[in-house]
């Protein structure tokens, strides 16, 4: 529940960025960056934060060789830079001073379009339009070509044009084709190139409107109909550990994958791009996920979301900005190289303190070195206290610390319910071994008292006073209306009856629940517990509260009884109004238990407060059906007949009003407008 708030703002994530990176300046490349960086919050939202890479440096060519139209890179851990210069039908090899090293499969290659360099320097290059994956040594000798897979399990039809290519510890090779939708083709190197299967398959999902359409269309015009298949994955990478990243557009939450040995997606990324054109796996148990027009997201091996940033370039040529993203990758030192096709350039970018530091606790704490990380988590607090990601990793570190009381602070400063509910279990299993004996002697001698006030009750009626004060105040006409609607909960029909029949409706203990009622739910909606609240720590909507709960009671109220009056119904407004608001006892009388279990349970009793919510508003719905039909005295039929009419006209008057508060508000601007225009031509 709440764990991420991931999945409002997604959308509308890449126009948000670019708004606010438009609004960059434009600064010296290695003081200041030219877009703004941005961070996820535990609420969900995007919001500011200090700028966690900075362009380093930008290459547009190796001594005098230009690249053409690049398609990948790839940077090994000596600082090399492997370039798939698609436009010059080679692979390009240079450093970071923008010196060449060398060039492989000159005269070899067709259209090179991905490039992976394994630890002992073995170039793999994926030649589309060659149909075949070269291999060379780090000499740049060709050693083998492997073409198509000839098993019959390939499938025959399917043409072989690979275009990104990884490769693991044994050789074996993991290659996404063009149009191959089956997935991701693993190609062994034995006997010349041999087809394991395929690998990391994506599903193909459909609406329940096209599932339906399918079922009762005629076989020509499912003929007609997009075919339901699989995306092809875009880009992919690997990791120190052999497990394979891939990112596929149009797949929403599943763009990033990170694929087990079964191929499974055990990542689940708190966001998504809509344009993604490359994946890099960093050295802290970290991912890179580059997108088309420039923006690069970085997240941790759970997917929470550590940094955006980046841009897309709108023609000033500005550093640090692209154009055409095809290729990212990560060197050692942390620093990320992107590949902009667009421009036939590589932009690099180093950490900043900051992401040093946060990038320090990462391998810390993923090493289980828990204490260690606190240090560097303090550090990056105290640059941004409210960075959620690093209050998170500060509540966990202590609570594997076993310093619960810490773990809870901290969790609740990220709105990490996850590590909050954790740590309030066993906060409250450390309360039950300390107070449990304390507390069963204080239950036993309750109990004995309560015996021993009840005996000499009996034997010299010392509670009689009480009584007689109860009783007094039990003849209060408030308390008798207030005590009549505990009986309405309990025996809604003979309730409705005596309010109909009796003259029970009493507007005091009318009013009385209804300023009950907003206060419950206001303290409940403020006060509960943290993994209860819906709302940001700290905003008030007290009048917004008030003016809701008065508006749709009578709204409701009158609605209702305008139907009923047309529709031979017998309730009065002070009827109808006070049955509705004798509906609302179950919620006084049993939010308080919610509240109460609120700040005691954790996630795994969760489903006791949501058990309560729907005895309460169930109960409640119950009791306004009873009402509306006794009251007015209609039978079942035309109950359900005046409760869809009381419906639309709230959904009606609800329309009337904002057409209205339109109108007005134009009509306020126009004053104002003509207005300042006075003002104006009296000033000149």
């Known amino acids: 529940m709440k764990m991420r708030k991931r999945h409002f703002k997604r959308a509308a994530l890449s126009l948000l960025v670019t708004i606010l990176a438009l609004t960059g300046l434009e600064l010296p490349a290695r003081a200041e960056s030219p877009y703004r960086t941005f961070t996820f919050d535990g609420y969900g939202s995007l919001i500011q934060t200090q700028s966690a890479y900075l362009p380093y440096e930008t290459i547009t060519k190796f001594d005098e060789e230009a690249l053409s139209g690049p398609s990948d890179l790839c940077v090994t851990d000596d600082g090399e830079i492997y370039v798939a210069d698609t436009g010059n039908a080679r692979i390009v090899v240079g450093d970071l001073e923008g010196n060449l090293i060398k060039i492989v499969g000159e005269g070899e290659l067709v259209t090179p379009r991905g490039v992976y360099v394994t630890a002992d320097k073995h170039i793999y290059v994926a030649d589309r339009d060659a149909g075949a994956i070269f291999e060379f040594d780090q000499n740049g000798a060709l050693l083998n070509r492997y073409g198509k897979p000839e098993s019959p399990l390939y499938g025959e039809a399917l043409s072989f044009m690979p275009i990104k290519l990884v490769v693991n510890d044994a050789g074996i090779m993991y290659v996404i084709c063009e149009s191959n939708t089956n997935g991701i083709v693993e190609i062994s190197p034995i006997e010349g190139g041999t087809f394991l299967g395929y690998f990391g398959t994506n599903s193909a999902s459909s609406s329940p409107l096209v599932v339906l359409r399918r079922m009762f269309a005629t076989k020509a015009q499912r003929a007609r109909m997009v075919s339901n298949i699989p995306s092809t994955p875009d880009n992919l990478c690997i990791d120190d550990k052999g497990l394979i990243y891939t990112v596929t557009r149009g797949e929403r939450n599943d763009t990033l994958k990170r694929l087990n040995i079964a191929g499974k997606n055990v990542i689940e990324p708190e966001t998504y791009d809509e344009i993604p054109a490359a994946v890099a796996a960093g050295n802290h148990d970290n991912v890179f996920l580059a997108s088309q027009n420039g923006y690069i997201y970085e997240f941790n091996n759970e997917g929470d979301s550590l940094f955006v940033f980046g841009g897309a370039d709108d023609g000033s040529q500005r550093v640090g900005l692209c154009t055409l993203v095809s290729a990212i990758d990560v060197d050692p030192q942390d620093r990320l190289y992107i590949l902009d096709s667009d421009k036939s350039q590589i932009q690099v970018f180093e950490p900043t303190e900051f992401t040093n530091l946060l990038h320090e606790a990462l391998n810390l704490y993923s090493t289980g070195r828990y204490t260690e990380s606190k240090a560097p988590l303090e550090e990056v607090l105290k640059m941004n206290s409210m960075f959620d990601y690093a209050n998170q990793a500060m509540g966990r570190a202590y609570f594997q610390e076993e310093n619960y009381d810490q773990a809870k602070r901290y969790a609740k400063l990220a709105k990490d319910y996850t590590g909050y509910s954790d740590a309030s279990w066993e906060v409250r299993n450390l309360w039950l071994k300390r107070y449990i004996v304390p507390v069963i002697w204080a239950v036993v001698l309750l109990f004995v008292l309560k015996k021993l006030v009840d005996y000499f009750d009996r034997k010299k009626r010392i509670l009689d006073p009480l ?184 959904l009606i008057m609800a329309l009337l009003i904002f057409i209205i508060y339109v109108l007005w508000a134009q009509v306020f601007e126009f004053i104002l407008a003509i207005g300042g225009e006075v003002v104006y031509r009296i000033g000149n």
């Open 467 to 650: 009584r007689a004060l109860c009783g007094s105040v039990g003849q209060w006409k408030a308390v008798k209306d207030l005590r009549y609607a505990w009986y309405f909960m309990r025996h809604p029909i003979d309730g409705c009856y005596g309010i109909a029949r009796e003259g029970r409706a009493s507007l005091t203990a009318a009013n009385i629940l209804v300023v009950l009622f907003m206060l419950e739910y206001m303290i409940n909606k403020y006060l509960c517990g943290f993994l209860q609240k819906t709302i940001r720590e700290g905003r008030y909507e007290i009048l917004t509260d008030i003016g809701m709960v008065v508006v749709v009671l009578a709204a409701l109220t009158a609605c209702n009884y305008l139907v009923c009056t047309i529709n031979d119904g017998e309730g009065t407004v002070k009827k109808i109004f006070c049955s509705f608001t004798y509906c609302l006892t179950p919620y006084v009388t049993l939010i308080p238990v919610v509240f109460a279990l609120s700040h005691i349970v954790t996630n795994n009793e969760q489903f006791l407060v949501n058990f309560t919510y729907y005895l309460i508003f169930g109960w409640m719905a119950v009791l306004f059906v009873l009402a509306v039909k006794e009251v007015n005295n209609y039978t079942a039929q035309e109950t359900f007949k005046v409760l869809c009419l009381t419906a639309f006209t709230i």
